[in-house]
């Protein structure tokens, strides 16, 4: 994660490396090079390269006695100028306090409410599921991005500039994603879970049973703690289950997907071949069939496994806007940034025996293409961008998660304000 690149960097420093850190791939780019990375390691010089055909180009010149001072120098003259344009953007964020935030929580009218019950609680696993079912659900707009070619599609299939080439990778994408469904090259499998629910505060208490009284686990979520404009929010994803104090009995979901396995098989095939372009598309495939096939796993949740909304007929445009009642948020995105709540999803959902599917140290999963996240049903669920909270929730939250403030900090970093309540 960029994050991660940060505490990299700080190490590199700490440790009294002197060697240049390049920085590169898909999440990164010159501006947080400048602002987040360069400025935690000063020993040796920090190079943003925009994509691998490049690197070369940058270690050549990192190498040369002529080129070296001269290059490094204009480099971290440009960073300085970055970070000087960056900073005299940054907005002043007016945060409320949490207690503030909390009073302005999401209202759910809970006494005209009746949540919707599973057709069957805890956990059901699916193994080989078929991967001819999910290419109808595949989002072909951030495979584009993949390969750095901006449009949305179709229309990017038309683009004067990049039209050829999009429809030219198009076309060697499906060719590949037939023998991928024919010849089985990937398996995909997954878990999904419904449990009772019910909201405390911020977090979501998770049961066994539905009277209560066998409790599962707990799932800590933060609030938004900007100002909004009246009649706008602070949303908590707490806010979409019933609280304790409405005498309901909600309930909420969890899924974990893959269709990684099977695939290093093939990119070794590719790799004694020298084969870089198949090894990139095959990756690229594999991560949109994954996202395909949590999006489809969430339909059959809302028509058939949960069954809240059993006569939806959406088709998938409308499935990429979202259209439809309840949402999937992900731990380690907008809605719930701390990636370590993944860590709890696997738990309950008993994700590495069912799927293969493992976390990495720093909470990434393996294989990658992997999706995982929460199920909520309400009809007002939305998502919801967490931003910038100050160090009073922060302090909240290490409590509630019973985690040092200083481990808490490092993985909220991005959220934080410096200077905050």
Request: net charge negative; proline share 6%; with cysteine.
């Amino acid at each position: 994660s960029l994050d991660e690149m940060v505490h990299v960097a700080r190490e590199m420093q700490r440790l009294g490396f002197t060697i240049p850190l390049m920085i590169g791939g898909a999440t990164t780019s010159r501006a947080h090079t400048a602002v987040k990375i360069e400025p935690n390691y000063t020993n040796g010089p920090t190079l943003y390269v925009t994509d691998a055909s490049r690197a070369v180009g940058v270690a050549g010149s990192l190498l040369s006695d002529e080129l070296r001072d001269q290059y490094v120098e204009k480099v971290r003259q440009e960073y300085a100028e970055v970070r000087v344009h960056h900073g005299a953007r940054r907005q002043v964020i007016n945060l409320l306090s949490i207690e503030e935030a909390r009073a302005n929580a999401f209202k759910g009218e809970w006494q005209h409410y009746q949540p919707p019950k599973p057709k069957s609680l805890g956990v059901r696993e699916f193994d080989g599921y078929p991967l001819a079912d999910l290419v109808d659900f595949i989002d072909w707009t951030p495979f584009f991005h993949t390969w750095e070619l901006a449009g949305s599609y179709p229309k990017i299939l038309d683009d004067e500039i990049v039209g050829k080439e999009a429809r030219q990778l198009l076309d060697d994408a499906k060719a590949m994603l037939q023998l991928i469904v024919e010849g089985n090259w990937l398996k995909a499998r997954a878990v999904i879970g419904f449990f009772p629910a019910i909201a405390e505060g911020d977090d979501i208490l998770v049961f066994e049973d539905e009277a209560l009284t066998r409790p599962l686990t707990r799932l800590h979520h933060l609030r938004q703690q900007a100002s909004k404009p009246p009649g706008q929010p602070n949303y908590a994803l707490a806010d979409f289950i019933a609280p304790n104090s409405s005498g309901l009995v909600d309930y909420v979901g969890g899924f974990a997907v893959t269709t990684g396995i099977g695939i290093e098989a093939h990119l070794d095939r590719f790799e004694k071949s020298h084969d870089d372009y198949s090894s990139i598309l095959l990756k690229a495939l594999a991560d949109r069939l994954a996202e395909a096939f949590a999006e489809c796993l969430h339909r059959r949740v809302r028509t058939e496994f949960w069954g809240y909304d059993p006569e939806e007929t959406l088709g998938n445009d409308s499935l990429i806007r979202e259209e439809y009642q309840g949402i999937r948020p992900a731990p380690g995105y907008p809605a719930c940034p701390d990636h370590t709540e993944k860590a709890t999803l696997f738990k309950l959902l008993s994700v590495e025996a069912s799927t293969g599917i493992e976390l990495t140290e720093s909470f990434a999963m393996y294989p990658a293409s992997s999706v995982s996240g929460w199920y909520f049903s309400h009809p007002s669920a939305r998502y919801f961008n967490v931003g910038k909270i100050g160090r009073d929730q922060v302090t909240d939250y290490a409590i509630r998660k019973e985690r040092p403030l200083e481990e808490v900090e490092r993985w909220l970093a991005p959220q934080l304000v410096d200077g905050g309540r």
